[in-house]
């Protein structure tokens, strides 16, 4: 008997599942809702809390919960509350289609974002992204004489894993060049620091602050601790989920402790490099974990956040970070801070 034909129709979704599958395209048809879905996606621990994706996507604690509940009701999300957190993480069943929708076209966002910034390259004159290779290699060779006395092959692994991690997390593509070397500076020498260690006694102190985005408290607190100590202490920041830019109520308030002349912070991701060279680690309140390893000395500090303050509740949490850098600085230079912000240093920012 024939193989009867097969119509067009008898191909098609039902229209019960094609509302089912509406419902699930609509509720991510939102671009804080992608961000947020792409955190969590992206989270080593596959779940995120909804603290941590306030901070992360700039807006109010209840826009986030109405946004996660939209996905949650799809049967994109499920949540587990632990403790006062609740965590979000992608439901079964639908994690290998949202990860496939990610990669299917966050890359094409990404490229539509560096040919926008293109003509603001710096003097390398070519896209980041394109040419990665060729960036790199110029880049290494800067980095491979200045670190001469590190394995040159470490020098380029790492600033391999300094490019990639700008471009996976932060997403600056503007000056991307310029920030990687920066950054990748700045592990090579934490490396340095480590390995240097043992024969070292008269170091100075380095001190890491961490939060989630690394774009306000973090920034905050190593900006005042690099005017209050100048370089007689080892300043860095870092967030476990770094924001795409330092929050905009925050930028002002930036500007009018760094001055004019430094180099402009950006969110850079939390590594190994950086705790395993620091004196003292500091949390901003926000539940972040770093590696616990000896010989370290860990602060929680609890203050708020400023992503989601005010102009005038950004110059509160200031004044509060303020307080306790101060009384850092003075248990670190073992003398008296200025009560006030001394005169602008005119050295270049490294957090």
Known sequence: MADLPVRTADRAMGPEVAVHVAERLRALADPLRLRMLSAIATSASGEV????????????????????????????????????????????????????????????????????????????????????DTIIERIGARLTERFADLNAEMVTRTLRESYAALVRTARVTRYLPVLAERFAGQRLEDIRRTQNAAGSVTRKPQVLFVCVANAGRSQLAAALLERYAGSDVVVRSAGSMPAEDIHATV????????GPHTDPPFPKPLTDDAVRAADVVITMGCGDVCPVLPGIRYEDWAVGDPALASPEGVHAIRDDIDRRVRQLAAQLLHHPVPADLPPIRQNRRTT
């Open 251 to 258: 930028r002002p308030v930036l500007a009018g402790i760094l």
């Open 49 to 132: 809390a909804a603290g941590q994706l306030a901070s992360i996507t700039d807006v109010t604690q209840p826009t986030v919960s109405h946004h996660l509940k939209l996905l949650k009701d799809a049967g994109v999300l499920v949540s587990e509350r632990r403790a006062t957190s609740v965590f979000y993480r992608i439901a079964p069943g639908v994690e290998n289609a949202v990860i496939l929708l990610l990669d299917a076209f966050a890359p094409t966002a990404s490229a539509q974002g560096t040919a926008s910034a293109v003509a603001n390259l710096d003097a390398h004159g070519l896209d980041p992204l394109l040419h990665a």
